[in-house]
């Protein structure tokens, strides 16, 4: 869906604007159609005409708390010289990040909406360009893609392109990686857990370097 410079721009710029003001100032377990509403000066009804429910606007109100993310990982991965290398910083990064905001992050990359969720984070890009136009080319398509599980897979499959991983265990490296990661993320969200979040990183990429290591078949030394 293209979204172009207009009075539908506009509104739905007005609706995510509010949105994220309410679960910047409450959090996201309090965000309704009455409060936006509100907050806008519109009805209820008016939400329907831009957005497929409140799902749908919670979730690009989200992805206005992965700017500090996004704004960063160029900087992750500016000295990379490697594929594997740079899969190991973007996970960081995007450990460090989601560990710190774990309910927003978690709201994006797991949740259960329409099938048009494929569309939800080009059409959030679409609405706010600025907000990617600085990435550098090698993580723009990565960023563009539709769930975590496909952007770590694009980082994969050039560790396969590289040789340093074999192709047919992508799928199963990935698998990995998302079970290591979600377990943390669900266990830092379930426990309310607010301790350093460089322990939680620290454990993440220490798991994540332990089964990388087991599939590897070029040399690479990870635990530096």
Known sequence: MKIKNSKKHAM???FIDATAKI???EGIDYVTIRKVASLTGYNSATLYNYFENLDHLIFLSCMRFTKPYTDNLPRYIENCTSSIDRTLRIWECFCY???SNPKIFHSIF???LTNSLNDYIREYYEIYPQEISNSYHSIYSMLLKNNIYDRAYVLLDDCAKEGYIKREDILEINEL???IYKGILSNIIDNEIHVDIYKFVFKTMKYIKIN????LIKKHE???
């Open 110 to 112: 797991f949740a259960k």
């Open 177 to 179: 990686f998302m079970l």
């Open 222 to 224: 990870l635990f530096v």
């Open 12 to 14: 739905m710029v007005c």
């Open 97 to 99: 990040y989601s560990f």
């Open 23 to 25: 679960i910047e100032e």
């Open 212 to 215: 990388l290591n087991h599939y």
